[in-house]
């Protein structure tokens, strides 16, 4: 398509050419005077209404295709740029406070668990220390028991005797007699009970060794596992915050590739707006193309003088650019200046 717009203007120039070279190889005509009407100008009027339609048409074709092509391109790069500030944002959103925040709130939840699990350790182990100290309490009944049991043997000597020297004496210690005969009893009672405290005192001793024996077990199990648990639950944290600080580098790099694909997609935006530019220039040509079939009608028909100038002047009045002026005087294609582009 960009093509047949540039041979369409070539050729509109090569006629303006033409007849300005005819004009010179002319002496007897001056410039911008009117020519009598012949058939080659006649041809000229029906050349120029044939084919100035259709490089109209051609260079609005082609507008109209680049513009409809570069707006989409537009919209496109504008949405991926959108597209790449939604992901930017959340990514950092997440790095800065998500997956920080989720890491710190886990770590603490964990802490908890293992703190409970090392206080129900603790106090099975201070429960453990009272046993032991009813175990030593126990043992003290125990021996308090056996001195009972050899008190109450003395007392039952001690009767035996008494009762003796009383019989020995006759009658006048039968009272004593009888008095020793109730110690004697209340010795026998005393060391039987004596003999009963310690039987219960040894079962009630089994029974705490036996718990006794039962609860180490469980502490020094527990004991175990509340450790492993220690070093399985850092183990967790150590990974989780590696995974974290790959992420974390994975994601600073997709954030530095996003920046930089969006720097160069709005670079790529900037000069996206050439199109609006090349779209004014290629609507003044058109307009002053279209004005080239009067004015060759004009001359073929006497009325204007067939000059150039008229339309050259038309054409550059209607110039918005200073690249416009420029080519206009040098007759050469000249550079956009950057600084008349419009950033957006």
């Known amino acids: 398509m960009a093509n047949v717009v540039i041979a369409a203007v070539a050729l509109a120039v090569g006629v303006g050419v033409g007849y300005a070279l005819r004009s010179r190889q002319d002496p007897a005509r001056p410039t911008g005077a009117l020519l009598p009407p012949d058939g080659q100008a006649q041809d000229l009027t029906r050349f120029a209404g044939a084919m100035t339609p259709v490089w109209s048409a051609q260079i609005d074709s082609s507008r109209t295709q680049m513009e409809t092509a570069v707006g989409q391109l537009t919209e496109t790069f504008a949405g991926i740029v ?81 009762a003796i020297e009383a019989q020995r004496i006759g009658e006048a210690g039968a009272a004593f007699g009888v008095v020793a005969s109730e110690v004697r009893q209340l010795a026998d009672r005393s060391q039987n009970t004596s003999v009963r405290m310690v039987e219960k005192v040894d079962k009630v001793a089994q029974a705490i060794s036996g718990v006794l024996v039962t609860q180490e077990a469980s502490a020094e199990h527990e004991g175990t596992a509340v450790a492993h648990a220690h070093g399985e639950v850092q183990a967790v944290l150590d ?106």
Request: glycine share 8%.
């Open 82 to 162: 959108e597209n790449l500030d939604t992901v930017l944002t959340s990514s950092s959103g997440v790095l800065d406070d998500g997956q920080g925040g989720v890491f710190a709130r886990s770590r603490e939840r964990l802490g908890e668990v293992v703190g409970t699990l090392d206080s129900a350790l603790t106090g099975k182990r201070e429960a453990l220390a009272e046993l032991h100290d009813l175990l030593s309490l126990n043992e003290e009944l125990r021996q308090m028991s056996g001195e009972v049991t050899r008190i109450a043997s003395q007392t039952n000597l001690l009767a035996l005797n008494a």
């Open 239 to 344: 990974d989780l915050m590696g995974m974290l600080s790959k992420m974390r580098e994975s994601s600073q790099g997709l954030e530095q590739a996003a920046v930089g694909i969006r720097g160069e997609i709005s670079e790529s935006l900037v000069n996206l707006q050439f199109q609006d530019r090349v779209n004014q220039m290629l609507e003044h040509l058109r307009d002053n193309i279209g004005r080239f079939p009067d004015v060759a009608q004009a001359a073929a028909t006497g009325t204007a003088p067939l000059d150039a100038q008229v339309l050259l002047d038309e054409l550059a009045a209607r110039y918005t650019m200073a690249e416009e002026h420029q080519a206009h005087q040098s007759g050469s294609a000249t550079k956009v200046n950057e600084s008349e582009i419009t950033f957006f």
